[in-house]
């Protein structure tokens, strides 16, 4: 239950992917409480049924969100209307059928069942086996914890140190030091995600990411407390007990929301603003929320044929809930209604709208076409930079008070139409029908005979935003495929460009092998195809012509990590370069594996693998091996995948696989980084002759400068030499249990958790040969 997902979503209503709180118009159905605020150890409570903390604040059960028939759990407050915000516990287990459904504790762990099957269980902080009397209690604040009854003060686990998009008066962001946990609220739609983290840099600073975008904010003394130096901050409660408040995080936007009661402003009840982060809509971003646009004086308008998703909020000065149409799109009716998609000029804007996505169209009209043939195009423009097209939803709408300006096409539904003549319509279009019969079968026929000709490429059914190439205009770009970058198993790279004003280098992968080829290909796409990090490679786009498979990726210019520590003619990466590609990695496994609902195991890391752009930013690239692992499952046995020298214990001995085989390869890789050698090249001196044996003894004994590349010459930051060694160590440990998570290895080598010396794993003892010498080479 560690985070949200980035490879697809639930149908609509999108907000139920959410972790924590959704804010939402909608009745939830009405459930019967139940007496009490507790769940016993071996009992638990009906799918029908809810428990309301003490003070009768607050509600735990299954809820759905409108019209949804999906159900999850989650705590509401429950002296509000139904419209109040829900507070997610477990948001990946979906229950569909309510009578079936049931929360239990057993051994110590929180569990959703559904017709007797585990949905999911809470994990057991500390050490030790779990208390007998283990029970799950919600508390007034709203937290709902797993303590043992005969030591209250001892948590196994709570709802807080998940809050998802939503933080309740009392509960914590930051790094808890009881856990290890780095608590982080998180958000999730169709089309965008983000985090809000503390930044102990500063007073009561926080990073705000959207996207991959990071801005800096800070919370002022009077909402928050500080704890541990900075490094965690308590919300605080209101200052009146007769007040309801939260803090929400929603399209790139903070706010600490208060319940007001008949609001003079708006003569109605809602939700307030009192603090918020951006504070006005002239910063840009999502204030204005989807099809919002700010104006000049400061005010959110919906554009024109859009209108507020929730009034009385609009009313009320909060706006980040955005527009809806006010009329559905035709390809959104599935013909059910009858009316004209159109697009309206939306002029006077101050710059573009955010996130747009570059086409090949050539003229405007073409660029309006390729927006109309994908019933996800929201708007486009094409300009001297060439075809822009949104897909979703439009953010960033501000309109400008002096020029330059900027203009846009927003899709828009038209007024429906008459039915006037609608029987006359339909006898022409009958007859001309019938005339045309015999023309259509006598092209499907000719069709048919020359469609690998005529059909170059094949569009896939895939999420996300790529680019459908064709095979014309890859092979344009890459000049008949003449400058190749490199080959290997998979196939071969191509170096290419990309025609048309402001021209895009791009690195053409051509993969081999039709079935492996195919299996390869759609893991890629289906993988990296939908996500977004600054540490993972983007795939641009993609083109299939008969068994030909081409992924189309951003043109790394600096190559792989593999070529600049291990070949003798690149240019020597200084330790400071080193330590950044190596928090890069880091940072791009932990999003993989806990930034997502379905866990992505790469499968296959290794400096191969890992790119480099012009300021030798780490990007792990080749997802062609990579296992996605819902969150309800812990591992996966699957057939041994990846790379000899990499793999962890548990490929070579056949047990299921977790996240924690990448750990183990990053591991590998860390200790390449740092000796510019290959691990599995044998020493040719000293006691251990297998370098990570060799690194874990000299790490335990604190002799880090032996394993520095001698090409550095001793030039390291010593205290981050030594971290970078003992994570490594740490993450090629024989038990996956005793391997830190890659959330754990980033605050490792951030140097927010002290990190300790290493045991050598017992798999190496066996490799022992005598006494340790700081004097190796490789073997000839």
Known sequence: MEAVRCVGSPSRPAPSTFLLLVLLGGAFLAVPALAGDTILP???????????????????????????????????????????????????????????????????????????????????????????????????????????????????????????????????????????????????????????????????????????????????????????????????????????????????????????????????????????????????????????????????????????????????????????????????????????????????????????????????????????????????????????????????????????????????????????????????????????????????????????????????????????????QIKKATSNFSDKLGEGGFGSVFRGTMPGPGSIVVAVKSLKGRGHADKQFRAEVQTVGVIKHTNLVRLLGFCVKGDMRLLVYEYMPNGSLESHLFSEGSNLLNWDLRYQIALGIAKGLAYLHEGCEDCIIHCDIKPENILLDEEFCAKISDFGMAKLLGREFNSALTTIRGTMGYLAPEWISGQPITKKADVYSFGIVLLEIVSGRRTTKRLKFGSHRYFPLYAAAQVNEGNVLCLLDSRLEGNANVNELDITCRVACWCIQDEEDDRPSMGQVVRMLEGVVNTGIPPIPSSFQNLMEGENSCIYSDEG
């Open 42 to 472: 071996g009992e638990g409570i009906p799918g029908n049924q809810t428990l309301v903390s003490k003070n009768g604040e607050f509600e735990l059960g299954f809820f759905s969100v409108g019209t949804s028939i999906h159900r999850f759990l989650a705590v509401r407050f429950k002296k509000m209307p139904t419209t109040s915000p829900k507070f997610w516990i477990r948001n990946g287990a979906v229950i569909t059928d309510l009578s079936a459904a049931a929360l239990e504790v057993f051994g110590g762990s929180l569990c959703i069942k559904e017709a007797g099957a585990s949905l999911w269980c809470s994990s057991v902080a500390g050490d030790g086996p779990p208390p007998p009397s283990a029970a799950a209690v919600l508390l007034d604040s709203g937290n709902l914890v797993v303590r043992d009854q005969a030591n209250n003060s001892r948590i196994l686990w709570q709802s807080f140190d998940y809050p998802g998009d939503a933080l309740l008066p009392g509960a914590r962001l930051g790094f808890v030091r009881e856990t290890g946990r780095n608590v982080s609220m998180t958000y999730k739609d169709s089309s965008h995600n983000g985090t809000i983290s503390v930044d102990q840099s500063r007073r009561n600073g926080f990073v705000l990411t959207i996207d991959g975008l990071d801005s800096l904010g800070t919370f002022p003394d009077w909402m928050v407390t500080s704890q541990d130096n900075g490094s965690l901050l308590i919300l605080n409660h209101p200052e009146s007990p007769n007040v309801t408040e939260f803090l929400q995080f929603i399209l790139g936007q903070v706010s600490l929301m208060r319940w007001s009661e008949n609001s003079a402003a708006a003569n109605s009840s809602g939700w307030v603003a009192r603090w918020t982060f951006p504070s006005d809509c002239k910063s840009g971003g999502f204030f204005c929320g989807a099809f919002g646009a700010c104006t000049s004086n400061g005010k959110c308008n919906c554009l024109d044929g859009f209108e507020p998703k929730y009034p009385a909020e609009w009313g009320l000065g909060y706006f980040a809930t955005g527009c809806l149409r006010s009329l559905p799109l035709s390809c959104e009716t599935n013909g059910q209604t009858e009316h004209d998609d159109s697009f309206i000029l939306v002029d006077k804007l101050q710059g573009l709208p955010y996130n747009s996505l570059n086409d090949l169209a050539q003229s405007d009209e073409v660029c309006k076409q390729a927006c109309f043939s994908k019933c996800y195009c929201v708007a486009y423009v094409y300009d001297d930079s060439g075809c822009k097209l949104w897909y979703d939803q439009l953010y960033n709408l501000s309109f400008a008070s002096r020029p330059p300006y900027s203009k846009v096409y927003v899709r828009w539904g038209s007024k429906l139409r008459t039915n006037n003549g609608i029987h006359t319509r339909v006898i022409v279009s009958l007859v001309v029908g019938l005339i045309a019969v015999t023309s259509v079968i006598s092209i499907l026929a000719l069709l048919w005979r020359y469609r690998r000709d005529l059909f170059t490429c094949r569009k896939f059914e895939v999420e996300g935003s790529l680019v459908f190439y064709t095979y014309g």
